[in-house]
């Protein structure tokens, strides 16, 4: 028989974020079904936001010819403060969130067992446990988008500390006197080398009277930039924008020098949308500049290499919670 | 019956730094019955050294007026990467030591079971058994001294990674481009706020002709330099040297709101010389900076404090660390 045959086994893993929604559709043996995507819409406010949360879980499990009696459960990575016992999303500024009971209202829209967690520590489990079987004992996951987040795990599970809120990486400083994050701190790695730092500073150099390829292909919309936009331009021999990419690379390259000081893990993956369309320029400078940085003993069997995972990575690790879970009830 | 009658109970704790070599002896209650100081002599080599911290134990059992066959166990806090399993010190550039056997060196020497941990982590343990019970979850310990150093509490136990090297909290870079660290890195913690950092930064300023009171307390001889003559010239009103202590402590506030952020402890405690001797000028700053670039969230219920075991610190750990390790066998 095949594994779509039995009843009540599929997972439902969703990524929620502030400008879309994915929920996908696995097997037990975590094989991707089938996904849906739509959009966020956070300025309709909270209760809209959970319909089309549960409406995103309905029509994945609908695409993959599925019945939501058919879903042991759903698994969903939140953006923000989560706390996982409660079920409750405590601050999500993308979504202008705070203290949102998620578990139990998805749960009485859905009839089913609802899981959440941060959005970074659920893809850092999904890498953990789908890309290497649940081994390392000690893992970091960094993910470079918009923003920069990261996940711990730390003796084989995910750690969240005192509050649920371990692992804000991109919020640690290294540059005392350095640009303002929208944290309101100055110098965190995210306002260093997150998509928004690089765009900043090339849209501060064009100000300026800097010449780049991303000229012709944007137009006047920087604001639409993109990092393939990125990749397209240094690709074409923008030296300009290539420099650029190669300075946030460095200051990830610190930054997990930072953390491998601090947690001695034994592989750090990285991930996100700049790493994803920027992996050849980066991945080479972020390792070299890292194990320049980390301190002797440190790097003994160290790894530090990119998630093949993509844009999955969210809801295969939002399925990992659920089927880990489950195991556990 | 007094408790120091009994046989085989009572337990060593050594402290070994670069400079000195601290024993104490203390009851089973981890009362410290009375200590021994000798200067480690690191140039003489390897084996007078482990034969300077064996003489260390027994000179501080017969200062108690107890023998050797009274002692349980000893515990040893060593500076560098130090693996416990193996009772072995991979690396201690103060001691220039390289993969030292100390466990097996001094057992051979002491005839009684000895137990070994890195100093920082040894201090950690101390305070988090001795001063809190054991009863923090997470926590994180930083010295402020020669160098910066710390240790991690996760889950009520020592965190030491995957190679035993984590914790190195004084390697954080912090300023892309500041100050060499000895690490041969830029911009760490330990080059911005250490003892010597600060030590040099009074020592560039007067060679440019800045005047302090420390010419007064000192003469010439910059170079013996304490923390108590810093507290002494800001007590006597030097605006300079404060003004350098002050932003001392900034930089380890923005440190402690760095790990606060990424572990979300409950318990930042701070120890080591500097912190002894200058609480009253740093302490406030400490917090108020810590709190300012800590993430919303993370510091609800977080307590940022310093130690009161000074420098018995170590030599307590290294006894809790003995008395842990004795229970589990």
């Known amino acids: 028989m095949p594994e779509t045959s039995n009843k009540s086994e599929f997972i439902v893993g969703v990524d929620l974020g502030g400008t879309k929604i994915l929920a996908g559709v696995f097997a037990p043996s975590l094989k991707l079904l089938g996904k849906v995507k739509l959009s966020t819409k956070v300025e309709r406010g909270v209760d809209a936001v959970l319909d089309r949360v549960a409406r995103s879980v309905r029509e994945a499990v609908d695409e993959c010819d599925l019945d939501m009696n058919q879903c042991r459960g759903i698994g969903i990575g939140a953006p923000g403060a989560v706390d996982f016992e409660a079920g409750r999303v405590i601050f999500a500024p993308n979504l202008e969130w705070r203290d949102v009971l998620m578990k139990k209202e998805l749960e009485k829209r859905l009839d089913a067992p609802v899981f959440l967690e941060n959005d970074c520590n659920v893809c850092t489990l999904g890498v953990h446990e789908h890309e290497f079987g649940g081994k390392p004992r000690h893992m970091i996951g960094i993910f470079v988008g918009t923003g920069i987040g990261g996940g711990i795990i730390l003796d084989g599970k995910l750690f969240s500390g005192a509050n649920h809120t371990a692992g804000e990486i991109g919020h640690m400083v290294m540059q005392l006197d350095g640009d303002k994050c929208r944290c309101g701190n100055k110098g965190c790695l995210e306002a260093l080398a997150s998509r928004t730092a690089i765009f900043n500073r090339i849209q501060a150099a064009v100000k300026d ?108 690790g939002a399925a990992v919670l659920v089927k880990q879970q489950l195991k556990q009830s």
């Open 209 to 316: 009277g800097q010449k780049t390829l991303l000229s012709q292909i944007l137009g006047d919309k920087f604001d639409n930039m993109k990092s393939g936009d990125l990749r397209k331009a240094i690709r074409r021999g923008d030296k300009f924008v290539e420099k650029v990419v190669e300075q946030a690379a460095e200051y990830i390259g610190i930054g997990v020098g930072n953390l491998v000081n601090l947690f001695n893990p034994e592989i750090v993956v990285l991930g996100g949308g700049v790493i994803d369309a920027l992996e050849d320029e980066m991945l080479k400078i972020i390792i070299k500049t890292a194990r320049e940085y980390a301190m002797p003993g440190a790097t003994e069997g160290l790894e530090i290499i990119t998630t093949h995972l993509g844009n999955d990575a969210g809801i295969t």
